[in-house]
């Protein structure tokens, strides 16, 4: 619609800020969870230029699925920090898909699908929110891998 339109075009001219927030905040979290063990941090090839819509990580093949969930669970139960596994294989997650594909397999993106848990990330997030939400993610990392 013309409304969405317009909305859309206000916010188009926001967008380099919002990825500038985004791009300060996943700096301030990269150092803050660097060297945690179990869970690599998202990377940027030095040719590329991260928008950090997600800040997307991966825990180790050890924690895949079960342990994974916990962490989420944890998060959310605990410290109230909702996470999510953003963009599952497709043909796990839609079932027309998984019809038209039973016995393919991809077990690199299965991998990864059992692995991947973003932590929210916004462009008005505070310093403040962004500390907590690396604090939480560090305990609840820290209790699984002194639990396992």
């Given at each position: 619609?013309?409304?969405?339109?317009?909305?859309?075009?206000?916010?188009?001219?926001?967008?380099?800020?919002?990825?500038?927030?985004r791009?300060?905040?996943?700096?301030?979290?990269?150092?803050?969870?660097?060297?945690?063990?179990?869970?690599?941090?998202?990377?940027?090839?030095?040719d590329c230029?991260?928008?950090?819509?997600?800040?997307?990580?991966l825990?180790?093949?050890?924690?895949?699925?079960?342990?994974?969930?916990?962490?989420?669970?944890?998060?959310e139960?605990?410290f109230?920090v909702?996470?999510?596994?953003?963009?599952?294989?497709a043909?796990e997650?839609?079932?027309i898909?998984?019809?038209h594909?039973?016995g393919?397999r991809?077990?690199?993106?299965?991998?990864?699908?059992?692995?991947?848990?973003c932590?929210?990330?916004?462009?008005?997030?505070?310093d403040?929110?962004?500390?907590?939400?690396?604090?939480a993610?560090i305990?609840?990392?820290?209790s699984?891998?002194?639990d396992?």
């Open positions: 619609t013309k409304v969405q339109a317009a909305v859309g075009l206000v916010q188009l001219a926001k967008l380099d800020g919002f990825i500038a927030a791009r300060r905040l996943a700096k301030q979290r990269d150092e803050m969870l660097a060297g945690l063990e179990g869970v690599a941090l998202p990377c940027e090839p030095e230029y991260h928008s950090y819509y997600l800040y997307t990580c825990v180790c093949d050890a924690w895949a699925g079960e342990q994974r969930d916990a962490i989420m669970r944890r998060m139960e605990e109230q909702k996470c999510l596994v953003a963009n599952p294989p043909y997650s839609r079932r898909l998984r019809e594909t039973a393919q991809l077990p690199r993106s299965e991998n990864i699908g059992r692995r991947i848990i932590l929210p990330i916004h462009p008005a997030m505070s403040a929110d962004n500390a907590f939400i690396a604090a993610f305990e609840c990392v820290e699984l891998r002194s396992g």
